[in-house]
């Protein structure tokens, strides 16, 4: 069995980072944006702060936004020690991850995506929650196969924390990280999210994500599934790679200054017309769950995130793509229902073919289907009348990827 003091410990490390780093997000959130100042957890979001600030006011925080992206990147990538991710620490246990180095790169995903950056902020409390456990398994002299297992445990718990999803960690550990679902493995990655979901409890309240409407869950929705499942996968893989190849071509010298300047600058731009551009996406996935989105807007927005999305990551900005992700899956499932619905009606909201469009994608973009399901029931307590259509397009929208995969040799 896995050291259980170690186990434990990554949990708390975990939970510990999830909270630390989400009130540090939303306190840049507020300061910057300028909303519900006097309450950090308060029920306005942050596209009701976008919405509410000036327009000016959103070019100015999102070209600031920029300046911190490009320089501190530059100034870490120049001046730290090498960054050792999460996945590298997993191939080769035993391998520290540099604290200052980790830590800076983690508060700056944290600071650029509260100003408004498109990127993910789950990668922050992974890497801190990895780093600090690798630690824990170093002080206790766990053996290097079980050094690997704490370290994502912890990588895991700080997904849980962040996002109230212990059992969406947990499978990310297993499904994701590790790779396996051995009983011994099982059992640490589901403890250490336990307690990393039970210490966001007491910081940041049991809260869910996002709030979900009545959902009308029947034959016309599994049809759309079987119909749009594949085109959800083809569009899923085609974004992965284009991350991909966006990452491995980011500048890492002094040129990604201007460039992360220049390509936040535009995102702020447009976001005087469209202030549900900002941000990691939160806002955009409930307007589609809430139904509040026209085709044109909807296409609109989707068009723009996976520009935005990539351009950043081209210009040398670092963050995470689960909620990008989901973002980009809910937006297609919106614009495919709404084209569906013109040529066979039916009773079917907008929110159910955001939901089904949000998972599928993400299943697709992160390679984890298992984990995604899981993720799209705990973020918004849906009921299990929608897993069938949900698991359908899964299934499909996986199948058409590994199908392109072996097409294109990838």
């Known amino acids: 069995m896995v050291h259980a003091v170690a186990v434990l410990l990554a949990g708390l490390a975990g939970g510990l980072a999830g909270v630390s780093l989400a009130l540090l997000l939303h306190a840049i959130q507020h300061l910057a944006y300028g909303y519900s100042l006097h309450d950090l957890l308060a029920g306005e979001s942050f596209l009701d702060g976008v919405r509410a600030a000036t327009p000016l006011r959103r070019v100015l925080v999102l070209t600031a936004c920029g300046g911190v992206a490009g320089i501190g990147w530059w100034l870490l990538r120049r001046y730290g020690p090498p960054l050792v991710p999460v996945n590298a620490a997993l191939a080769e246990p035993g391998t520290r991850m540099p604290a200052g180095a980790t830590m800076g790169h983690a508060l700056l995903q944290i600071v650029t995506v509260a100003m408004g950056s498109p990127l993910g902020r789950e990668g922050a409390p992974r890497q801190v929650a990895a ?10 002299r766990v053996t290097p196969e079980q050094t690997r297992i704490v370290v994502a445990c912890g990588a895991g718990a700080g997904l849980a924390a962040v996002y109230n999803v212990p059992l969406g960690g947990a499978l990310f550990t297993m499904e994701v990280l590790l790779a396996s679902f051995a009983p011994s493995v099982a059992v640490a990655a589901l403890a250490a999210s336990a307690v990393a979901a039970a210490v966001a409890w007491i910081g940041l309240g049991d809260v869910h994500q ?10 016309p929705l599994v049809a759309w599934a079987l119909a749009c499942g594949p085109a959800i996968g083809a569009v899923g893989w085609w974004y992965a790679r284009a991350a991909r190849q966006a990452r491995a071509a980011a500048l890492r010298d002094a040129r990604m200054i201007p460039a992360c300047l220049a390509a936040f600058a535009v995102i702020g731009l447009v976001a005087m017309a469209v202030p549900a551009l900002p941000g990691n996406g939160k806002g955009p996935i409930q307007l589609g769950l809430d139904g509040d989105l026209g085709l044109g807007v909807a296409a609109l927005l989707l068009v723009l995130k996976v520009l935005a999305t990539t351009a950043c990551l081209r210009a040398g900005a670092d963050g995470g793509l689960l909620t990008p992700g989901m973002t980009i899956g809910a937006l297609l499932g919106v ?7 013109m040529a066979w009606p039916s009773a079917t909201g907008q929110g159910a073919y955001a939901l089904v469009g949000a998972v599928a994608f993400l299943a697709v973009s992160m390679r984890m289907p298992v984990t995604a399901i899981v993720l799209g029931f705990e973020l918004t307590r849906a009921d299990d009348d929608i897993s069938l259509p949900v698991v359908v397009a899964v299934a499909l929208a996986t199948a058409t990827a590994r199908w392109l995969d072996r097409r294109t040799g990838e």
């Open 131 to 140: 780093m600090a456990s690798g630690r824990i398994a170093a002080a206790l």
């Open 210 to 219: 996002y709030r979900l409407p009545s959902l009308s869950v029947g034959a």
């Open 335 to 341: 614009v495919l229902g709404a084209l569906w619905t």
